[in-house]
Every structure is written in C-alpha cells, then in structure tokens.
C-alpha cells in the first residue's frame, strides 16, 4: 500500500517560515510535488520535483518564495516556506506520479497523502 505522510504543518505569522515534509516511497515514483487547498477554493499545484534528475518547478504565486527539496536517503520531499502570507493558508499535500514529465494537473499524480493545515496569521 503506497503511503505519503506530510508532516510539519502548523500556525505562523505573516513573513515567517515553515518547513514542511513528506514521507514517500522513494524511486516507486519519478516525480513529487505539493498542492494546495484554501477554504472555499479549488486544490492548485505548488511545486514538483523529480526523484532523480530533473527540474524543479514552482507556482508562480509561490516563486522565489518556497522551495521544494529531497533527500534520497531519508526518502522525503520537503517544502520550505518562508515569507509566509495570509493567502498561503491552506490544507498543504503531497502527491505522487509515476510520470517522469513535470505536470502541474492533478490527474497526472496517482497518489496523495492526508494533508497538513498550515495557517498563516495577519
């Protein structure tokens, strides 16, 4: 059964940081990513990164902002934010895909883990 466990989740004032983490399956996926779903609106991509080689990309709400990483061996995705903004509040997960390709549509990832709410205060 594949399991992605999010972590680091929490309340934060606006302009600071948060990291988040996710515990994957490792190489079972060529590429991960976070999305995103505030109250009221629609879950939206926030980055992606490949297991491998590979790029990185980014939301452009999110751009210069966040940062998406991995560490092989611990088998987990981070997602370090900071300058944290009310807006960035949200239900943050992780997600998997078997596609090597970056895709920012959530139909491209098979997999998704439980979430963790992050709040940020004005």
């Known amino acids: 059964q594949v399991q992605l466990v999010e972590s680091g989740g929490g309340l934060v004032q606006a302009g600071g940081s948060l990291r988040l983490s996710c515990a994957v399956p490792?190489?079972?996926?060529?590429?991960y990513a976070w999305f995103r779903q505030a109250p009221g609106k629609e879950r939206e991509f926030v980055a992606t990164?490949?297991?491998?080689?590979?790029?990185?990309y980014y939301a452009d709400s999110v751009k210069g902002r966040f940062t998406i990483s991995r560490d092989n061996a611990k088998n987990t995705v981070y997602l370090q934010m900071d300058i944290l903004k009310p807006e960035d509040t949200a239900v943050y997960y992780c997600?998997?895909?078997?596609?090597?390709?970056?895709?920012?549509?959530?139909?491209?990832?098979?997999?998704w883990g439980q979430g963790t709410q992050v709040t940020v205060s004005s």
């Open positions: 997600a998997a895909s078997v596609l090597v390709i970056a895709n920012m549509r959530e139909d491209a990832y098979r997999f």
């Open positions: 490792g190489r079972a996926f060529s590429r």
């Open positions: 990164i490949p297991w491998s080689i590979g790029s990185t």
